[in-house]
Structure formats: C-alpha cells, structure tokens
C-alpha cells in the first residue's frame, strides 16, 4: 500500500514512528508550503536529509557548519569537482584539512537540522518510497529515531509556545526605560549580545534575524529570554504605517479631539 | 452626529460581555452562540462576531464599546473591530492564571493594530483566586506606564473608573504631543 497522504491528517512526529517502528528502508519526500525535503531511512534509522535547493554537498555543509571558509569551499568545488562526495571526504581527511569526526558531526548536525525544520510543517504531502536510497557517493549515516522524535517534539512545542509570546516578527524591539535596568549588568551569552546590538525601533525582528544568520526558532528564543528579562519590549517599527481607520469614525483635529475626549468624560462620570 | 469607538479586548471568559453590559444605555447587541469546545465549556454560550454597546453622550457625540470575541479562532475579527478606535481596553480575569499568556498576547496584537492608549483592567477581582494587581502587573509584564486597574465587571462604578481611566490617558497622550 502507498504511503502518502497529508501532513494535516498525519504529521510528521507520526510518520517518523511509523517509520522507526516499521523499519523501514527508503525516502520520505515531503512537499511542503515553500519547499520540498527529502530524508532517507535504512532499517527505520535515519541516514540523510536534503532541503529544497539547499546546497546538501559535502563542500555545502561543511561551509554551512564553519569548517570551511566561502573562499575555500569555492576552490574544492574547482579543485575537486569530478569526486563524488565520498571521494572528497577522503581526500580531506587524507590531506590532514579534516578529521573524519568533525564531518561526520557536521553532516549528523545538517540532517538533524532538516528534520526538526521538518516538525513544524503541519501542511503538505509526503510520500514515502520504499527502497529509494540518496544518491550513490553521498555520505550517508546512521540515526536512531526515537531521540529525534522526543527532541523534535519538544521543539515543537517549544515553537509554539515562541510563536504565541512573539507572534510577529516584522514588529521591531526598542530598550526598557525602567530605573535600575541596566543591559551592561546583565550576563548574556554570544547569541543574545548578537541581538541586543541590533536592538532599535528601525530594524524588524526579521531583520535581526538575518544579520545574525538565526532561524525563526532561535531569534524567538532569544527575544522571548530578552522580554521576559524586561530589558527589551516589542515596539511598531519606525515607518511601519498605522493601519487606515474606518470612514464612518471621521478623523478629527487635535483641538476637536480634546473636546471629544472632556464630553466622554463628563457623560461618563454622569452615569 | 460624531462616533468614536473603544474596543473591549481579553481571553475567553475574561468578562468583556459583561463590562460592557454594565455602562451600555442600550441591551448589548451580542452574537453569543452555545460553546461547542469541551475543552472552553467554562460558560454555556460565548461571543463570537461582537458586543456592541452604546453611550450617548450629547446630540452630536455617541460612543460605542466593541467587545471582541475572546476565542482564538475568532481572532480574525481583530483588526477589523480595532480599525478608528479611540482606545481600547485588555480585560484580564485575574483568577485564571492559565488565561495570563493568552491576554499578553492579546495586547501586544492590539498595540501592533494601532498605537492608541490603553489600559489594563484586572476583572474579578471579587474573586477569592483573584491575583493581586501588581503581581499581575509582574506576570503579564506591563510597562509601569501602563495603567493596570482592580475591575469587577457586573459593577457599573469599576467599569465606570476604567472607562475614565482611558479617557484621562487619552488625553494625556495629546497633551505630550
């Protein structure tokens, strides 16, 4: 029987145990909202994961996780672009550039990345084919399952409960004015100085984001631990415009509006 | 013939229905239907469009008091009900800490819609559950700018001081332009 279907009627956490109880071998392809994913199992355990059109070769990930420089990963890509991604993992390791543990975390961290992206989805089709592997000459592992389930559950979670306490990020952040607050007393770890040092009503919380190269999750995460700190609050970007009012609440002059607002105020107190 | 609005926001069951009820000249026009959620089945009936209750306040001048309806999935209503409103109100029910986070968000998508004053009314607090003001001041993590004030809704005097409440912050807030 095929195994397809919708995220909305079966979701990922799902699939994932199904899967992992099954022990089953091939490649789930989920088409999601704005991109497409792949991840590939043998025996229910999990061996690779590709995003989208994210560059998911060896030279890509090992530059996405800083073990290569932009200008080094291009001259592998020149140097080496008739080996497969096995061959250059070789080569690195031969040539004393790399360790093969250090590839490895990186490629482990690079799939585990995909698949928790992955637990948010709650719309789109998936399809698994069994006995699909990733293409010959890429680095493939081996994960168990249930870990990633439990972790991406709790992430899940996690990220709904973010996404309720910092629902819009196009909403700018600006200091407290609260005596006694002070940023410089406060210990904030690498992630968080990233963030406060862009902190101004003219830059989004997107745009935070970008400069500091985070993900939805972690720039929430640290904007939630800097609300709840009281050092930051939410404010309207600078420019943002104020949405249109309604024709029949006809705009007034401010020497109308205090006129207004003194008649409320003696009708109400009459009451 | 002017009209201004406020809308009364909060959680579900935080009071909005009544708050309104308890100023409005006229019998709240109120599109309450039968809870359908076990899991809301605090009350038998719940807002769903609007409250809309009315104030006249002189041949040219009538206020109108929107309640918003307090269940998440009616949240599309929002920003229609805060389009040209003067000020709103966040009415908390101060004996529902599980309501906290819901009311927090709540005020900031309000704030978000349009930079009007506001204030926050901490209802029921006749309660024996009722949290403190300032411990909820702490928990919903409001500015000290922001006025927070003690309210039982069904008590025409508590709504009464809310309402001028707002209506002295609005006024303040033209004075410092």
Same mark, same amino acid.
């Given at each position: 029987?095929?195994?397809?279907?919708?995220?909305?009627?079966?979701?990922?956490?799902?699939?994932?145990?199904?899967?992992?109880?099954?022990?089953?071998?091939?490649?789930?392809?989920?088409?999601?909202?704005?991109?497409?994913?792949?991840?590939?199992?043998?025996?229910?355990?999990?061996?690779?994961?590709?995003?989208?059109?994210?560059?998911?070769?060896?030279?890509?990930?090992?530059?996405?996780?800083?073990?290569?420089?932009?200008?080094?990963?291009?001259?592998?890509?020149?140097?080496?672009?008739?080996?497969?991604?096995?061959?250059?993992?070789?080569?690195?390791?031969?040539?004393?550039?790399?360790?093969?543990?250090?590839?490895?975390?990186?490629?482990?961290?690079?799939?585990?990345?995909?698949?928790?992206?992955?637990?948010?989805?709650?719309?789109?089709?998936?399809?698994?084919?069994?006995?699909?592997?990733?293409?010959?000459?890429?680095?493939?592992?081996?994960?168990?399952?249930?870990?990633?389930?439990?972790?991406?559950?709790?992430?899940?979670?996690?990220?709904?409960?973010?996404?309720?306490?910092?629902?819009?990020?196009?909403?700018?952040?600006?200091?407290?004015?609260?005596?006694?607050?002070?940023?410089?007393?406060?210990?904030?770890?690498?992630?968080?100085?990233?963030?406060?040092?862009?902190?101004?009503?003219?830059?989004?919380?997107?745009?935070?984001?970008?400069?500091?190269?985070?993900?939805?999750?972690?720039?929430?995460?640290?904007?939630?631990?800097?609300?709840?700190?009281?050092?930051?609050?939410?404010?309207?970007?600078?420019?943002?415009?104020?949405?249109?009012?309604?024709?029949?609440?006809?705009?007034?002059?401010?020497?109308?509006?205090?006129?207004?607002?003194?008649?409320?105020?003696?009708?109400?107190?009459?009451? | 013939?002017?009209?201004?609005?406020?809308?009364?926001?909060?959680?579900?069951?935080?009071?909005?229905?009544?708050?309104?009820?308890?100023?409005?000249?006229?019998?709240?026009?109120?599109?309450?239907?039968?809870?359908?959620?076990?899991?809301?089945?605090?009350?038998?009936?719940?807002?769903?469009?609007? =409250?809309?209750?009315?104030?006249?306040?002189?041949? !040219? #001048?009538?206020?109108? @008091?929107?309640?918003?309806?307090?269940? /998440?999935?009616?949240?599309?209503?929002?920003?229609?009900?805060?389009?040209?409103?003067?000020?709103?109100?966040?009415?908390?029910?101060?004996?529902?800490?599980?309501?906290?986070?819901?009311?927090?968000?709540?005020?900031?998508?309000?704030?978000?819609?349009?930079?009007?004053?506001?204030?926050?009314?901490?209802?029921?607090? =006749?309660?024996?559950?009722?949290?403190?003001?300032? !411990? #909820?001041?702490?928990? @919903?993590?409001?500015?000290?700018?922001? /006025?927070?004030?003690?309210?039982?809704?069904?008590?025409?005097?508590?709504?009464?001081?809310?309402?001028?409440?707002?209506?002295?912050?609005?006024?303040?807030?033209?004075?410092?332009?």
């Amino acid at each position: 029987m095929a195994l397809k279907g919708n995220l909305r009627d079966f979701s990922v956490t799902q699939l994932l145990n199904l899967i992992n109880l099954a022990r089953k071998t091939g490649t789930l392809t989920i088409e999601g909202p704005t991109e497409a994913a792949w991840v590939s199992f043998r025996d229910g355990k999990l061996i690779y994961a590709q995003l989208g059109n994210e560059d998911g070769t060896l030279v890509g990930i090992l530059l996405r996780g800083g073990l290569v420089s932009a200008r080094q990963a291009r001259a592998i890509k020149t140097h080496a672009s008739d080996k497969n991604d096995k061959e250059l993992g070789l080569l690195l390791i031969n040539a004393g550039y790399l360790v093969q543990q250090s590839i490895l975390a990186s490629i482990r961290q690079y799939f585990l990345d995909i698949v928790y992206k992955l637990f948010n989805w709650g719309e789109g089709f998936f399809r698994f084919d069994a006995g699909v592997l990733p293409p010959e000459g890429r680095i493939t592992i081996r994960l168990n399952l249930e870990n990633i389930i439990i972790e991406g559950s709790r992430r899940m979670r996690e990220w709904e409960k973010l996404k309720d306490e910092v629902p819009n990020l196009e909403m700018a952040l600006d200091f407290v004015e609260r005596p006694g607050a002070n940023i410089r007393d406060v210990n904030l770890n690498v992630e968080e100085w990233k963030v406060v040092s862009y902190v101004n009503p003219k830059n989004t919380i997107a745009q935070i984001a970008k400069a500091n190269q985070m993900n939805d999750l972690e720039i929430r995460r640290v904007v939630y631990g800097l609300l709840h700190a009281g050092l930051v609050e939410v404010v309207r970007p600078d420019g943002m415009p104020i949405p249109a009012r309604v024709k029949q609440f006809k705009p007034i002059d401010e020497g109308q509006r205090v006129s207004l607002v003194n008649r409320l105020i003696q009708r109400i107190r009459s009451l | 013939m002017q009209t201004v609005k406020m809308v009364v926001t909060g959680p579900f069951n935080a009071g909005k229905t009544a708050f309104i009820q308890a100023v409005s000249e006229i019998d709240v026009v109120s599109t309450e239907r039968k809870i359908s959620s076990e899991a809301e089945r605090i009350k038998e009936t719940t807002t769903v469009a609007m =409250d809309f209750g009315r104030i006249t306040v002189d041949d !040219d #001048l009538v206020l109108y @008091l929107f309640g918003t309806p307090g269940q /998440k999935r009616f949240d599309f209503m929002w920003e229609i009900l805060s389009e040209g409103m003067l000020g709103f109100i966040v009415i908390v029910d101060s004996a529902r800490p599980e309501t906290f986070r819901e009311a927090k968000s709540i005020l900031e998508t309000f704030r978000a819609y349009a930079p009007t004053p506001y204030v926050v009314a901490a209802n029921k607090q =006749d309660m024996p559950d009722a949290w403190d003001v300032e !411990d #909820l001041r702490i928990a @919903l993590r409001i500015d000290s700018k922001i /006025k927070l004030l003690p309210c039982v809704a069904p008590d025409k005097e508590s709504v009464k001081a809310i309402l001028l409440e707002l209506l002295y912050s609005i006024l303040e807030e033209m004075n410092e332009k």
